[in-house]
C-alpha cells in the first residue's frame, strides 16, 4: 500500500491506493503533453471563477502568475511528474498549490470530466491546423512536380494491367484531390471540435454561477463573429469522444491515401516498371546484398496505414457500448490519439521530402507508353464516331487484337485489308489513333488527361491552392 491517501480525493478513504493500482491507473505518462493545454483551461476558468465573484482579483492574479512560472519550468523540462497523482491535471493543481495557497480555490465548479474535454478538444484544434498546414505544403509540392513531368506520358493502369496513357501530371493530381479532401476533412474535425464543455462538472453542470461563455470566449471557442459556442449538454459534453473519432478517422483515411499513393511509387521504382527514382535520402539498403536500393520511406508510409486505422477501430471499440456518462475506460482513449497525430504528422514530412526529391526517368516512361494496345479503346471511339455501335466497335477492335496477337505484329502495323476487310468503318486513316498527341488531343472533357484539361487543372489548382 502506498502510504498517503490521495490528497485531491482521498478524505473518504481510510487508506491510499496499492502501487499497483496507481501504476495501472496512471495516465500522466501519456497525458503530460496536455500540459500547455491544461495551463491555459486553469487560466479561464479561474479568470471566470474571479469574474463571477468567487474568486478576488487577488487569488486569479496569484494563480495565473503561478501557472505561468509553472510553465516557464515545464518548457525548461523541470516538472517532475508524479504517477501518484494520476493525471495532469493533479499534478499540475498539487504543483501550484504548493506555491499558491489561492489554487485551492481553482477546481471550484470544475470536474477533470469537463477539464480533459475541454483540453482534448484544444488539442484538437490544434492538431488538425497543423495537420492541415503540412498537407497544404505536401499539395504545393505535388503540384510543382505535376508541372515539371507535364509531358512525361506513362501508362494509367487498371487491374494492374496497362490500361490507357495518362500523363505523370494527371496521375499526381489524382493525388492531390485525395489530399485536398484529407485537408477538408481535418477542416470538419476542427469545427466539431470547436465547443467548449467547460462549465459541464463531472456530468451535472454546478449549483455555482458559472458563466460558461466567458471561458468559452478566453478559450478561443467562438464562432465567426467572436460568439461562444458552448455545447448544450452537460452529460453527452463530458461521455462525448465523436471528436476523437473524427480525428482518428480522418488520420485513417489520410493513411490510407498515403498508402495508396506509396504502393504506386514502390512498383513505379521497381526494377518491372522502373519509372521513378526514389531519392537516396529515404531509402535505405540491404545488410546482405550490395545491389539493393529499398523504397523503406514508402513501405514505411504503406505500413502506418495499418497503425492508423488501428487506432480509430481502437477508439470505436473503446466508446461502443459505454453507458452514460464518464467512464474510467474513457482514460484509454488518448494513446491511440497521440499515436495517430505523431504517426501522421512524421508521414506527412516524409512523403514530402520523399516527393521533393523524386525524378521519373522519360525514356523508360516513353517507352512503356509507346505500346499501341494502349490505344485500343480510341481505335473504338474512331469507330463510334464512324456511326458504329460501340458494343460492336469493341467487338471489332477486339478482334483486330486477336489477329495482331496471332500475328505477332504491333496492332498499328497489322495490314490495311486485314483490317478494313473486318468492317467499312474503317477508313484509310484508321491508323491515325495509334498517336500519343492525338489521344490527348482528342481528350477534351473536364477531368480527363488530355492536353486542354490537364493544364486547365494545373490553371485551377494554382488558384485552388491559394484559398486554402
Ligand atoms: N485522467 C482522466 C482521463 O483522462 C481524467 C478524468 C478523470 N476523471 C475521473 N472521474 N476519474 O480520463
Not at 465523436?242 to 521497381?270: C, N, P, Y
Request: charged share 25%.
Amino acid at each position: 500500500m502506498s502510504d498517503s491517501k490521495q490528497v485531491t480525493w482521498g478524505g473518504r478513504f481510510s487508506d491510499g491506493p496499492s502501487d499497483l493500482m496507481l501504476r495501472f491507473s496512471e495516465s500522466v505518462s501519456f497525458d503530460a503533453r496536455l500540459a500547455r493545454y491544461d495551463v491555459q483551461v486553469n487560466k479561464a476558468h479561474s479568470a471566470m471563477l474571479a469574474k463571477v465573484g468567487i474568486l478576488t482579483e487577488e487569488e486569479k492574479f496569484s494563480i495565473h502568475d503561478g501557472l505561468d512560472r509553472f510553465l516557464d519550468r515545464l518548457k525548461k523540462g523541470e516538472i517532475q511528474w508524479d504517477p501518484a497523482l494520476e493525471d495532469v491535471h493533479m499534478n499540475i493543481e498539487q504543483a501550484l498549490t504548493k506555491e499558491v495557497p489561492a489554487a485551492a480555490k481553482m477546481h471550484t465548479g470544475r470536474s477533470r470530466n469537463d477539464q480533459i474535454a475541454t483540453d482534448m478538444r484544444l488539442f484538437f484544434k490544434e492538431a488538425s491546423t497543423q495537420i492541415r498546414s503540412s498537407l497544404k505544403s505536401g499539395l504545393g509540392i505535388l503540384l510543382e512536380k505535376a508541372k515539371a513531368f507535364e509531358d512525361v506520358m506513362i501508362p494509367g493502369y487498371t487491374h494492374l494491367q496497362r490500361a490507357q496513357p495518362v500523363s505523370v501530371a494527371h496521375h499526381l493530381l489524382a493525388y492531390m484531390e485525395m489530399f485536398l479532401r484529407d485537408y477538408q476533412r481535418f477542416g470538419a474535425v476542427w469545427e466539431a471540435a470547436n465547443e467548449c464543455p467547460l462549465g459541464s462538472g463531472a456530468l451535472a453542470g454546478s449549483t455555482l454561477p458559472l458563466d460558461r461563455e466567458e471561458t468559452a470566449r478566453l478559450l478561443g471557442f467562438v464562432d465567426s463573429q467572436g460568439n461562444p459556442r458552448l455545447t448544450a449538454n452537460s452529460m453527452d459534453a463530458i461521455s462525448d469522444r465523436d471528436v476523437f473519432l473524427d480525428f482518428a478517422q480522418a488520420a485513417a483515411v489520410s493513411g490510407i491515401h498515403f498508402s495508396r499513393l506509396a504502393e504506386d511509387f514502390i512498383l513505379w521504382s521497381s526494377s518491372e516498371f522502373n519509372f521513378l527514382v526514389l531519392p537516396d535520402a529515404f531509402c535505405t539498403g540491404s545488410s546482405l546484398m550490395p545491389q539493393k536500393k529499398n523504397p523503406d520511406a514508402m513501405e514505411l508510409l504503406r505500413g502506418k496505414a495499418a497503425r492508423l486505422q488501428g487506432n480509430l477501430q481502437t477508439l470505436m471499440v473503446l466508446c461502443k457500448g459505454l453507458p452514460l456518462t464518464y467512464n474510467r475506460d474513457l482514460q484509454e482513449d488518448k494513446p491511440p490519439v497521440f499515436d495517430s497525430y505523431d504517426h501522421l504528422t512524421i508521414s506527412l514530412e516524409v512523403l514530402a521530402g520523399c516527393l521533393e526529391g523524386m525524378d521519373f526517368r522519360r525514356d523508360v516512361c516513353a517507352q512503356a507508353v509507346a505500346d499501341p494496345l494502349l490505344l485500343a479503346t480510341d481505335l473504338a471511339d474512331y469507330l463510334v464516331q464512324r456511326g458504329v455501335a460501340f458494343r460492336r466497335a469493341h467487338h471489332l477492335v477486339g478482334t483486330v487484337v486477336g489477329i495482331a496477337e496471332k500475328a505477332n505484329l504491333p496492332i498499328d502495323q497489322l495490314p490495311d485489308e486485314e483490317v478494313r476487310g473486318l468492317d467499312e468503318a474503317f477508313g484509310l486513316d484508321w491508323r491515325d489513333v495509334f498517336s500519343l498527341e492525338r489521344a490527348r488531343r482528342e481528350r477534351r472533357s473536364f477531368g480527363s488527361p488530355g492536353i486542354g484539361p490537364v493544364k486547365q487543372a494545373l490553371r485551377n489548382w494554382e488558384a485552388r491552392l491559394s484559398e486554402l
